[in-house]
């Protein structure tokens, strides 16, 4: 959970908002944000472009290779560092995939960013 000062500043949409958002809304939302906290690098390309303060939550299966982008100076990755990193895809933990990115939860993330 964002800090209460966070949410009243911020634009969060739902997933099935997300789903009718267009690419130009997308695009305007990211190049007039101050900040862009996302899960996805989609928008995280967008807001890099326009130089935004961007915070991109990331697992490991590509870590090196498509993260993190070092060119990418407004962009800062969040992530939950395992041994396991470089897996391409294949997690380890069968019975929870993606570890690394369900172990990345708000709390930690809060607790290592000043908002």
């Known amino acids: 959970m964002l800090p209460e000062e966070v949410q009243k500043k911020a634009?969060?949409?739902?997933p099935d908002q997300d789903k009718l958002t267009s690419i130009k809304r997308l695009m305007s939302d990211c190049k007039h944000a101050k900040l862009v906290l996302t899960n996805d690098t989609g928008p995280m390309h967008i807001a890099a472009k326009y130089g935004v303060k961007t915070l991109c939550m990331?697992?490991?299966?590509?870590?090196?290779?498509?993260?993190?982008?070092?060119?990418?100076?407004s962009v800062?990755?969040?992530h939950h560092k395992m041994s396991c990193y470089g897996c391409g895809g294949s997690c380890k933990y069968g019975s929870v995939p993606f570890k690394c990115l369900q172990e990345l939860t708000?709390?930690?993330v809060l607790l290592e960013k000043d908002f």
Do not use: D, N
Request: hydrophobic letters at 30%; aromatic letters at 20%.
């Open 11 to 14: 634009k969060i949409r739902t």
């Open 58 to 73: 990331t697992g490991g299966w590509h870590w090196g290779v498509f993260s993190p982008c070092k060119e990418y100076k």
């Open 76 to 78: 800062e990755f969040l």
């Open 106 to 108: 708000a709390e930690k």
